[in-house]
Nanobody, 117 residues
Framework: QVQLVESGGALVQPGGSLRLSCAASGIIFSDYVMDWYRQAPGKQRELVARITGGGYTTYANSVKGRFTISRDNFKNTVYLQMNSLKPEDTAVYYC???????????WGQGTQVTVSS
């Protein structure tokens, strides 16, 4: 049974930083592509960043240069370092896993990030 548990969401001022974590269990972590998505009120869920098992990363244009996704395959954890946060980054951030062989995907429960003064 796949379980993804996010943590690290908080209220932060514009220009501040946060690091989100997602701990995975029930999977062979290195076989999975890991993603961070976000969903703001009234908007569709969008892909923020992706990292393959080998460490290849991609980012949404809106976060390039500010956010960094990384993973620790020994700790079964994926991270999202968010710097220079803006009010428009306010959203619930979700961790998503995708089995690179079967395509199966699973979601975490989400963690709230609020950027406000």
């Amino acid at each position: 049974q796949v379980q993804l548990v996010e943590s690290g969401g908080a209220l932060v001022q514009p220009g501040g930083s946060l690091r989100l974590s997602c701990a995975a269990s029930g999977i062979i972590f290195s076989d999975y592509v890991m993603d961070w998505y976000r969903q703001a009120p009234g908007k569709q869920r969008e892909l923020v960043a992706r990292i393959t098992g080998g460490g290849y990363t991609t980012y949404a244009n809106s976060v390039k240069g500010r956010f960094t996704i990384s993973r620790d395959n020994f700790k079964n954890t994926v991270y999202l370092q968010m710097n220079s946060l803006k009010p428009e980054d306010t959203a619930v951030y979700y961790c998503h896993s995708e089995d690179q062989y079967s395509g199966r995907g699973d979601w975490g429960q989400g963690t709230q990030v609020t950027v406000s003064s």
